[in-house]
Every structure is written in structure tokens, then in C-alpha cells.
């Protein structure tokens, strides 16, 4: 069964940075476009960032312009998700996603990891 495991949340400081990573087991990585999800408390889950395979594809949601950068290791089968200058407002639980774009349509989420941003 394909898993997707997430790492890297935590308390930071307004202007902090963190560095997530999600990696996924048994897929053919390559074959998925990886993204990063968030949810805030009574909001809906909403698109941070994702790419299929290299920068040209890499799609940024308006809130993290600037701020966050979307990466990925093929051969680690391993999506980063660099954060900087966060704010109070990115608090959420964060969300890898693994969608997949060759020979199939399989959908797969990891179970998130918790960012606060507080002071």
C-alpha cells in the first residue's frame, strides 16, 4: 500500500523558517506529481504548493509567493517543502499529496504534521 510520511512541522516565531519533507514508499515516484496541502481550524484544505517533475512545473498557491519553495528528490522518493517567513496566518496542518500522472489516477495523502506559528 503507497505511504506517505511527513516530517519536519513545529513551534516557530513570526519570521521563522521550517523545512517539511514527505517521503512516499511503494510508488514509482516519478510517475506522481507531489504536492503540499493545508488546513487550518474551520477552513478548508487548501493547495500550497505542488510540481510534477521539475521547476518549469511547479505551481504555488498566491499566500506563500516568495516565501515557500517547493522541491523534489527522486531518487530519496522524498517532496520538500522549504518555509520561510512565517507567518501566524500559516498556521495549519500540512498535508503531502501524491498524485499520480502516468499509467493511472491513484490519489494519496500522508496524515499531515502540525506548523504553529506563535509568538
Known amino acids: 500500500q503507497v505511504q506517505l510520511v511527513e516530517s519536519g512541522g513545529g513551534l516557530v516565531q513570526p519570521g521563522g523558517s521550517l523545512r517539511l519533507s514527505c517521503t512516499a514508499s511503494?510508488?514509482?515516484?516519478?510517475?506522481?506529481?507531489m504536492g503540499w496541502y493545508r488546513q487550518a481550524p474551520g477552513k478548508q484544505r487548501e493547495l500550497v504548493a505542488d510540481?510534477?517533475?521539475?521547476?518549469?512545473?511547479?505551481n504555488y498557491a498566491d499566500f506563500v509567493k516568495g516565501r515557500f519553495t517547493i522541491s523534489r528528490d527522486n531518487a530519496k522518493n522524498t517532496v520538500y517543502l522549504e518555509m520561510n517567513s512565517l507567518k501566524p496566518e500559516d498556521t495549519a496542518v500540512y498535508y503531502c499529496?501524491?498524485?499520480?500522472?502516468?499509467?493511472?489516477?491513484?490519489?494519496?495523502w500522508g496524515r499531515g504534521t502540525q506548523v504553529t506559528v506563535s509568538s
Open positions: 510540481m510534477i517533475r521539475d521547476v518549469a512545473s511547479i
Open positions: 499529496n501524491a498524485r499520480q500522472v502516468l499509467w493511472g489516477t491513484r490519489n494519496v
Open positions: 511503494r510508488i514509482t515516484f516519478e510517475d506522481y506529481a
